[in-house]
């Protein structure tokens, strides 16, 4: 039991770190303002509460802050030091359950009561306590603060308290013995708790004896070098200016320019005179192996032949003729010229319609070598400009590294996915391009770990984009923009017949002759399991092929088995169709059009759902809808009440019901002004009961005067639409312009209606007369818009 008096309403110091325990005496700074307030009003031998705090961050505690368990004190010594803080000494009298705060100005105050102690003179704790006071004496060799923790048979609890004060633990371990009431149970934890000190500190020990050991075998090491190199020089056996001289030999044939040379000649006095095992040593003769690496002169033969290079292109690439001419045009300036400066190529377009691949056949067919940059989510201004020598394991950029691996001056380099860098805090890689990819800068791009200007104006550079917009505005203007839209059905079925197939029979070790696809089921696999600009997913579906062929391959004993895919049997192999041509389906009641729409990865068509439902005439628009979307659904709509006569629509039923406009797909972003037509359409279409046919898809941005402007994406979206079977186009009478972007194929299919205001679109895009019921019923309507970007789809 306690030995000292209990206040009923104590002072109560809090402690951010540490635990005073039982028996022990601590020595505490005081400097917090409410704590030197109780300080000044304590005089020796006065008993106060010391609680720690749950969190040492926290300033001013409250209860909820403090733990449930402390530590009763009497004040031993007080003592005021310089900055007007005290030093006071504690002696810990017991255990406290602390109760509540009781007062917080001027000075913490607050109850608590003493705990009571179980198993505190037991048989089994005095055992413990003797065989941990044991253990202790042999850990501690007779020395140290553990040698002077006694007193196990008097009281075992305070012995435990005392060894953990002792060790030096967290504070959160700390608080686990200082909670523990059963005795017994607290000598076991101060138990285990020794013994991971002991662990501890053998570990350090052994780490502390290894560093004294390392350091005195390089010590040794490097002097026995020294010795072994004097040795070998007076044999004659020094091989080290060899190497200096042969590095010299190599960066004398690179043919250095002026200032590189300069740089070199100092490096090389500086190498010449360290030795070998200096880490100085090997930093330059790494910074001077790259200049020796480096083509500062070397050029690889280029073929000019132009017809050679056509010839390359159209056997690798089937279709593309307008992306084709323009590299010809660009080839045919490097023959005339030599240079084609001021014009650097940039591939842009959905994925899979062969941007990677026409860099790779330029490059076959001019023999210059290929170095593909691979740009995607590259944040770091280094990876460009390299980092600076300064920094360890410095290197240069992924320029430079591109061109030490290409061994020539003159190589085409790829930067793909050039949209897709990102800006961190360590700077923008697409700032650090402008240099590299100004025709007029780049003769003396500058790497931060070189250091000096290396030329790059004779590398012919292709970027290759899927999103422009992504671009700034810098970057965009250096560039000369080749877009690529995608592929028609006819194209995707010679690409597949021409390259895919023979490509995968190949990969998958099968003769030409044992797989046989028909041209219809090319189709219906193009149709019916791909909805893509590209042909990445017609490629996975023809490997599927493949894979069931190998395996009939490898299961069969006798001879070759053979696959004949037709319409007929697609499906065993590929499984259930994944997509179908719901257009029909979904234009079936009035309010329901098809829109086209741009995405970054193609063109697409989307639906729009109306509907009219009795409520005050408000007009709720829903599917993540950007802002500007929204206003041209209110601008369709005032246009349609403004000319309700014309549109032959009942306005007067709007005044006791609301419209709400649904896009589906809720789960991907929409924006864009263009889509002002198809809404009108929509809205026209479900207040009117006219239906809108089913084989017309529409685009453009409409004017609150009803004049519709031109919107961009046309191949794309004319693409997409002919991929959805779709054999009617509604376009602004402005985009008739785009309409040789279209590939033939797709504008002998389809018929293309140019309107100039909405009478012209209602007239082509709705039914004679109404659909039974038209009201109640929810139409759908395509959006002409940007999916997926939140930006506009007009470029």
């Given at each position: ?351 899979g319609v062969g941007k990677t691949s026409l860099g790779q056949s330029i490059a076959d067919a001019t023999g210059r070598p290929f170095m593909r940059i691979a740009l995607g989510g590259v944040r770091d201004e280094a990876e460009v400009r390299g980092h600076r020598r300064t920094y360890v394991g410095a290197l240069p950029g992924r320029i430079l590294n591109a061109m030490r691996k290409a061994k020539v001056k003159n190589p085409v ?383």
């Amino acid at each position: 039991m306690n030995t000292f008096v209990l206040p009923s309403n104590f002072p109560l110091l809090p402690l951010r770190n540490g635990v005073l325990f039982p028996g022990t005496i601590i020595t505490l700074p005081i400097g917090r303002e409410r704590s030197v307030q109780l300080v000044k009003t304590l005089r020796k031998g006065d008993v106060i509460g010391v609680v720690t705090q749950k969190d040492p961050k926290v300033a001013d505690p409250g209860e909820a802050d403090l733990n449930d368990m402390g530590t009763f004190a009497r004040v031993s010594d007080i003592a005021r030091v310089s900055g007007g803080e005290y030093r006071l000494v504690l002696e810990g009298l017991g255990r406290m359950t602390f109760l509540r705060l009781t007062r917080t100005e001027p000075f913490w105050t607050g109850e608590g009561v003493e705990p009571s102690e179980t198993n505190r003179k037991a048989e089994e704790a005095v055992l413990l306590a003797k065989s941990l006071e044991e253990h202790v004496k042999e850990l501690s060799g007779g020395g140290g603060p553990l040698a002077q923790v006694t007193g196990s048979e008097d009281d075992p609890g305070i012995f435990a308290d005392r060894i953990a004060a002792t060790l030096g633990l967290a504070t959160d371990k700390e608080m686990r013995v200082l909670v523990e009431l059963d005795v017994i149970e607290r000598l076991k934890l101060v138990a285990g708790l020794l013994g991971e000190a002991k662990a501890a500190t053998d570990m350090k020990r052994k780490i502390e004896a290894d560093v004294r050991q390392k350091l005195g075998q390089d010590q040794r090491e490097a002097l026995l070098r020294e010795q072994l190199r004097a040795i070998k020089k007076e044999l004659g056996e020094d091989n080290t200016g060899d190497e200096i001289a042969a590095l010299r030999e190599r960066l004398e044939k690179a043919g250095l320019p002026t200032e590189a040379k300069t740089i070199v000649d100092r490096e090389l006095k500086r190498l010449s005179s360290l030795q070998p095992q200096q880490a100085e040593h090997n930093v330059i003769r790494t910074y001077l192996e790259w200049f020796a690496d480096l083509p500062w002169s070397s050029r690889a033969e280029v073929k000019d032949d132009i017809d050679a290079v056509a010839k390359k292109l159209d056997d690798d690439h089937y279709g593309l003729e307008d992306v084709k001419k323009r590299i010809l045009e660009h080839m045919a300036v490097l023959k005339l010229a030599g240079t084609a400066r001021g014009s650097i190529l940039c591939f842009a377009g959905p994925p899979g319609v062969g941007k990677t691949s026409l860099g790779q056949s330029i490059a076959d067919a001019t023999g210059r070598p290929f170095m593909r940059i691979a740009l995607g989510g590259v944040r770091d201004e280094a990876e460009v400009r390299g980092h600076r020598r300064t920094y360890v394991g410095a290197l240069p950029g992924r320029i430079l590294n591109a061109m030490r691996k290409a061994k020539v001056k003159n190589p085409v380099l790829l930067l793909d996915e050039i949209d897709k860098l990102a800006v961190g805090w360590m700077g923008s890689p697409e700032s650090a391009l402008l240099e590299v990819l100004d025709p007029e800068q780049n003769k003396t791009f500058t790497d931060h770990y070189l250091e000096t200007p290396f030329d790059l104006s004779e590398v012919l550079f292709i970027c290759t984009a899927n999103d422009l917009a992504n671009l700034s505005a810098p970057l965009r203007d250096r560039l000369e923009i080749i877009e690529i839209s995608g592929y028609t059905v006819d194209e995707k079925v010679h690409i597949a017949k021409k390259h895919l197939v023979p490509k995968q029979l190949k990969e998958h070790a099968i003769h030409e002759s044992s797989l046989t696809i028909s041209d219809g089921a090319l189709s219906s696999i193009i149709r019916d399991y791909t909805r893509e600009a590209g042909v990445r997913q017609l490629t996975r579906e023809v490997t599927k092929l493949c894979r069931a062929l190998a395996l009939e391959v490898a299961r069969s004993k006798d001879a070759k088995p053979t696959l004949n895919v037709d319409d007929t049997n697609l499906g065993k192999y590929l499984g259930k169709i994944k997509f179908f041509g719901e257009v029909a389906e979904r234009t079936s009641v009035a309010g329901v059009a098809t829109g086209l729409a741009w995405t970054p990865v193609g063109g697409d068509i989307l639906f729009i759902e109306t509907t009219k439902m009795p409520g005050k005439g408000q007009i709720e628009i829903t599917g993540q809808l950007g802002d500007v979307m929204k206003e041209s659904a209110k601008a369709a709509l005032s246009y349609v009440k403004s000319h309700f006569k014309e549109l032959e629509v009942d306005v007067d039923v709007l005044k006791d019901q609301d419209l709400h406009i649904h896009v589906p797909q809720g789960a991907v972003p929409k924006d864009g002004p263009s889509a002002g037509v198809t809404m009108f359409t929509a809205l026209t279409s479900l207040l009117s009961g006219r239906r809108v046919r089913n084989d017309t898809a529409m685009t453009g941005e409409v004017t609150l005067r009803g004049r519709v402007l031109p919107v961009g994406g046309i191949k794309a979206k004319v693409l997409a639409a002919h991929r959805a079977g779709i054999t009617r186009v509604i376009l602004p009478k402005k985009n008739e312009r785009d309409m040789e972007d279209v590939p033939k194929e797709a504008r002998e299919a389809m018929e293309f209606i140019f309107a100039e205001d909405m009478a012209q679109v209602i007239a082509a895009a709705l039914e004679e007369t109404p659909a039974l019921p038209a009201s109640g019923k929810t139409g759908q309507a395509g959006a002409d818009t940007e999916v997926g970007t939140g930006r506009d789809a007009v470029h």
